[in-house]
């Protein structure tokens, strides 16, 4: 009898359907198979058994749509049961297994479990006749095995949920038309009714909307599933691409999240790892790998432990016990449990404290800079205990940085910092300030402080060679200490000023603060207000002392001294203010106007005047000394022999080369030169030799006890000579009485200077001579 068109449809339809669910289902479990078997393998087993039992009762329905078919109850459950164990299991197996011998096999068992559900499915039928056909039976069940070992051969199709539908549907279809296209199904003539309506169909289309139904809401859990699964990949990704290393612990004290940038932050191998272990198993593995100790394990779960059911937020840095540094924020998760993160900060640590030391210490000698002084006199204030400030000034380094150059200077200043760090206690703080400046803080009163700061004066005078070069050190030290109520900034003050009278009195000393220093710092400061005030207002004058020819007795030139009546404290000696203001460098300013005024004068002389003016150590230094000359004579139309400049021979070994070059192009302007105050002082024949001076001016004090004292009688003779053997004019001051007049017209010096020829006049006119004022008797 042929079959129901549309009876056939709904048997296709219901195949159809439960064919789809076992695609999506397998799909499911190839896409998860790491996962453990769960409800995806249950729903597989379900929907291919009762898959190919529907589709078999309801193509039954469909093949004599003229019976009313009656089934055994039990027959038909034996049925469902046979479509589950011999179909659903070798299906949902299918799903998980990756050896292709296994696939095949399982693909023949689930062949010959659709022809069993088939056969035992005919055998329930009641009161009618059924003869099978083993041909068709047998080509049935090779034809439908094979779609099910081709599908499995052929797993690698680029749409894997249809030809895992198809291939379902078309095995259980072939197996079942096939077969039952050569079986006969016979029954009484009571049996036959005809209609369409019949319960087989009723039953059918009933399991149809069912199947539908069922569907309908795989494929609406499967899109919400999908959904959540991208979202969790999603924040997968998002998690492994911190650049923190991770971890959520639930309420219930479960690991349920992590990432790898954990995982490397504690070293800890991913295999190691899994999520669903308790806090304790976590930490078991952590503290393993990390080789904690007993104590701090136990003391993290505690902690740990609290974390979880806690509501506080907190950041908290962690010092770790292989050196690095890690931040750990810990957030809470309302009714969830708590995330943790750990951020390894140890580079950042690690170039935080760089820049605190280099912010605090200096890079050469790793001493601590003036700010670390400052932060150390703050704090030993605060404690409110006696301890002194020892400030430290390398003698002549400046001179060792030109000769040697500042690689040796370098060399030399970390040697000094050895000796200091040496020297001291290790209560003691040592700063260097800058250059060659050094400090030492050290809690003893002023005299035991200055007792140390001579021992260091006495070794840091040891000679020492550094890269071949023997250097012979030396420093100046000021004392001073901490009273109640004095400042940081007062205290080093005072030190200072006991460094400058330690230079001033001759360098390699170490002097303590007095308190009579501050009144003479104030009297100096006076001075050095009053020298400004000088140079911007013209407070200066110039008093000239006659110099004459002992050959014709008559005046040939004077002498400009420099003279300055303070508005306070009168008249001050150039003696004075002149070494001060070098300190002050108004040097270059006040020598400027010295030569300038003194050319000016010189202009309204006899032409066969000429005029003297002193130079300090510190003008010759400078290059505008030569501007400063050439300026002055042009200025008011002189020639340049007609001015004279006097230098003593302490201004010619601060730099004997550089003085040589500058006093050799100051003679080849025209001007002369005068070797001032000779025989005092560092007296050097070689500079007699070596430097060209057109007068030696005697010092007065020779002059003085020569009448009286035979070894400066010898010394003013021996000059004297030496003068005439050298072409050089020999100049005797201080001449003061008419027998040291005659003394040095006797033994041939050629001119003569002091009090008995004249004394410094300041003129009160502009142009002439006749009117002069006398000033003090300071030349």
Known sequence: MPYSAYLLAVSIGICLTSGWLVALLTAEIRHARISPIGWRDGGLVLAAGLGVWSTHFSAMTAYRPDLILTYAPDRTAISAAVGILLVGLPIAALARVEHRRRQIVLAMTAGAGIWCMHAVGLSALVDCGH?????????????????????????????????TGISFVGAVCAIHFISLGGDTVTAPLAKIHGSAMSPGLIAACTAFAVSIACLGGVLSASQARLRREREAQTLKAVIESMSDGLVFIDKAGRLRQYNKRFL????????????????????????????????????????????????????????????????????????????????????????????????????????????????HVATMIDKAETFSLLLIDLDEFKEVNDTFGHGIGDKLLVHCAAVLNRLVDPDSFVARMGGDEMAIVMGLPIGQATTFAADVVTQMSHAVTID??????????????WEPGLSGEELMRRADLALYDAKRAGRRRAHPYEHAMTEALRKRQEIVDGLHDAVKGGGFRLAFQPIADLASGITCGYEALLRWQHPERGWISPEVFIPIAEDAGLIDDIGRWVIAEACRHLAGWSPHLYVAVNVSAAQLASDALLDHLTQ????????????????????????????????????????????????????????????????????????????????????????????????????????????????????????????????????????GMPYYVQTDRAA
């Open 468 to 481: 071949g070069y023997r250097l012979l050190p030396g420093c100046s030290i000021g004392v001073a200490e």
């Open 632 to 767: 002055a004579v042009m200025t008011n139309g002189l020639a340049a022999e007609r001015l004279e400049i006097e230098i003593t021979e302490t201004a010619l070994i601060r730099d004997p080369a550089k003085v040589a070059g500058r006093l050799e192009r100051i003679r080849k302007l025209g001007f002369k030169i005068a070797l001032d105050d000779f025989g005092t002082g560092q007296s050097s024949l070689s500079h007699l030799r070596d430097l060209c001076f057109d007068r030696i001016k005697i010092d007065r004090s020779f002059v003085l006890r020569a009448a009286s004292d035979p070894r400066s009688m010898a010394v003013l003779r021996a000059t004297v000579r030496l003068g005439r053997e050298l072409g050089v004019i020999t100049h005797a001051e201080g001449v003061e009485t008419s027998e040291q007049l005659a003394l040095c017209r006797e033994i041939g010096c050629d001119a003569v200077q002091g009090y008995h020829i004249g004394r410094p006049l300041i003129p009160l006119i502009d142009m």
């Open 264 to 375: 490397t932050l504690f070293d800890t191998p991913p295999e190691a790892l899994r999520t669903g272990v308790t806090i304790d198993t976590f930490l078991d593995t952590i503290a393993r790998y990390r080789n904690w100790h007993p104590d701090k394990r136990t003391l993290v779960g505690q902690s740990m432990k609290a974390w979880v059911h806690s509501a506080d937020a907190f950041d908290r840095e962690c010092e770790m016990e292989d050196g690095r540094t890690y931040v750990m924020q810990c957030r809470p998760v309302t009714e969830q449990g708590v995330v943790l993160t750990f951020n390894d900060v140890t580079v950042e640590r690690q170039a935080s404290r760089k820049l605190s030391y280099h912010a605090h210490h200096d890079v050469l000698t790793n001493l601590g800079n003036r700010r670390a002084l400052q932060d």
């Open 131 to 163: 003869q099978f056909s083993t041909i068709t039976n047998l080509i049935g069940v090779l034809i439908g095995t094979a779609i099910l070992i081709g599908w499995q051969i052929r797993r690698s199709s680029n749409f894997p949920r249809l030809a």
